[in-house]
């Protein structure tokens, strides 16, 4: 996969894209990401990228002309069929959209900054606009650094183990279960028994029914579309609690 992050702060990445799993898949050749200044393509003396919002008001607003010389020198380089534009006003960022992401051969990551960027450019060129959450930050680098971490990890050989992957929260819809690691007890708190039984049917029946309770607490909403065996799971977990 190829992904091309359009952004004033191209810097800001660097670390990012060196360490861990992502550098190595990176370093692997399994994904390519290219940075390119939205800066590069001002054509004033000055650099400027940005302008006053008509109306009025605070802060500026990013110009329509540099970033579309910026998408146009990707030309040939990127197919550009999906343009993402990092956005509080976007539609929320989720693992099914992460997943639909991944199958892409080639992205656009577009990151705003200041008061945004000029709707025109949302409206002609940007295929979808994304949001990581209901809060503000000041620009779309972070989200972005969110986007290609959670869409690498969908690409095969980024994560050693897929099953890892699958059993990641929100991969089937549910929370993931509880995890221990050595000691087997800590201050006091024993790890689960079945864990450290062997018994591997046995320990997928408890992930599962756990994956389930913590869902039931913490995101009833996630729990549709249950199979039968979970529906029993769920019947033992409401007996079992008070
Ligand atoms: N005036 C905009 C609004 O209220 O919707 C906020 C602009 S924000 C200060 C600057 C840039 O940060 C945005 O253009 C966007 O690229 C990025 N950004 C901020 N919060 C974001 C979020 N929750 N998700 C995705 N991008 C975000």
Redesign the pocket.
Known sequence: MRIDVLTLFPELFDPFLKASLLGKAIQAGVLTVELTNIRDFATDRHRTVDDAPYGGGAGMVMKCEPIVAALDSLEGRNSRERVVL?????QRLTQDLVQDLGEEEDLVLL???????DERVAETLVTDE????D??????EL?AMVLIEAVSRMLPGVIGAWESVETDSFFEGLLAPPQYTRPPSFRGMDVPEVLMQGNHAAIRRWRRKEALRATRERRPDLLTGLTDIDQKLLAEIELETP
């Open positions: 990092l956005s509080p006003r976007g990151c705003g900054r200041y008061e945004g960027v994304i949001s990581i959450g809060y503000v930050l000041s620009g779309g989200p």
